[in-house]
């Protein structure tokens, strides 16, 4: 996968262009405002009854988040309910967008650490039975010898000062769990190369604002934020996540206050 060109997930919404280096001190967010993911004055019976049922182009067409992004986040969602139908959906859309398929191969394969294998094996077979790959797809990340080094770098981009803390937090809980979460969580998953960091990141708010993993969003939205998504694009991923305004606005401000 890591030589499919990525289609770039445009930069009008600010995402970090490839030689936007990460982690980088200078570029640790502010605080968001309180109430900072876009309204818009488009209407629609569904806008509020999560990602279940309300029409994707619509929901495409809300401004602050790219909807090629929004789409991934749309797909990561849809895993875990098991909704084989908004996944199909979403994958279509993503064809129709000329998305190239690694995009949603790198989605279901982040979303094994959010949503568990069962889920994920099962949202491989639709995206087979939806857009068959000409070859079974393999590779994509990075060289072995680099991804314990590249994780514990990203997990520094995300956490910040909270690294220590949260590794010892780790570490308490098992040992396993640590080197789980170093050598595969971030090494060999979240570093792959086919997504930008901050577009994973955004992914991660919004399938944990699903899922109602709260430290875990506020850890990760704020991880956004760092790697140079902006207050926007993170409100309308948790949006995209939640299907309710009033719960976006919410979390915002859990994030807001962190």
């Given at each position: ?46 806008a509020d009854q999560g990602p279940v049922g309300r029409d994707l182009d619509l929901l495409l067409r809300r401004p602050g988040l790219e909807p090629e992004v929004r789409l991934l986040v749309v797909a990561k969602v849809a ?142 939205g704020r991880g956004a934020l760092a790697l140079g998504a902006t207050a926007a694009q993170l409100g309308e991923a948790i949006y995209t996540g939640t299907g309710d305004a009033a719960s976006a606005d919410g979390l915002m ?6």
């Open positions: 996968m890591a030589g499919h060109k990525c289609c770039e997930l445009r930069t009008r919404g600010h995402l970090p262009s490839r030689g936007t280096p990460v982690g980088d001190p200078s570029r640790r967010a502010a605080r968001p405002p309180a109430a900072v993911f876009c309204r818009t004055d488009v209407s629609d019976a569904h895993v875990w309910p098991g909704d084989e139908a908004r996944l199909t959906e979403a994958c279509t859309h993503g064809r129709r967008l000329g998305m190239p398929r690694s995009q949603i191969e790198e989605v279901l394969l982040q979303a094994v650490l959010f949503c568990g294998f069962p889920r994920v094996v099962n949202a491989f077979q639709t995206l087979r039975a939806v857009w068959p790959a000409p070859t079974p797809p393999a590779g994509g990340g990075l060289p072995e010898a680099e991804q314990r080094a590249a994780g514990e770098a990203l997990f520094h981009s995300i956490y910040g000062a909270n690294t220590d803390a949260v590794l010892g937090m780790l570490r308490d809980c098992h040992h396993e769990l640590h080197e789980f979460v170093l050598d595969t969580a971030y090494g060999r998953i979240l570093t792959r190369p086919g997504l930008r960091p901050a577009v994973r990141e955004l992914l991660a708010a919004g399938i944990l604002a699903h899922t109602g993993q709260i430290p875990q969003l506020v850890a990760h401000r859990r994030i807001a206050r962190s």
